[in-house]
């Protein structure tokens, strides 16, 4: 199986492949909100913020992408909204390894 092959296969499921993409994604979001790092209280300001938003802030804009996915939005907003979410996680590991 190429990537083409993939590709083509989740293309042709396009809404059902975003959906449960989505879902998947809010759900560790939601598990992320309720599970709090421990790094979280030996640090203060914008670092806790960092470390306690962060990583459910990449799973919510990664639910948010897999939603536009879903209804077919231009492909630059999927994209815009994914790197938005690696952003997001590499700001939570900056901040949980300094």
């Known amino acids: 199986m190429t990537v083409r ?9 396009r809404r059902t492949v975003g959906l449960v993409g989505a879902v998947l994604a809010l ?3 939601t598990l992320w909100t309720v599970v709090v790092p421990d790094r979280a209280t030996e640090v203060d300001g914008v670092q ?21 996915y879903a209804v077919r939005a231009p492909a630059a907003w999927v994209a815009g909204v994914a790197w938005a979410a690696l952003a ?11």
């Open 5 to 13: 092959d993939v590709r083509g296969w989740a293309e042709g499921r």
């Open 27 to 29: 759900a560790m979001a």
């Open 48 to 68: 806790q913020l960092a470390v306690r938003w962060g990583h459910p802030l990449c799973w919510a804009l990664l639910a948010l992408a897999g939603v536009l």
């Open 88 to 98: 997001a996680y590499l700001v939570f590991l900056a901040a949980t390894v300094l």
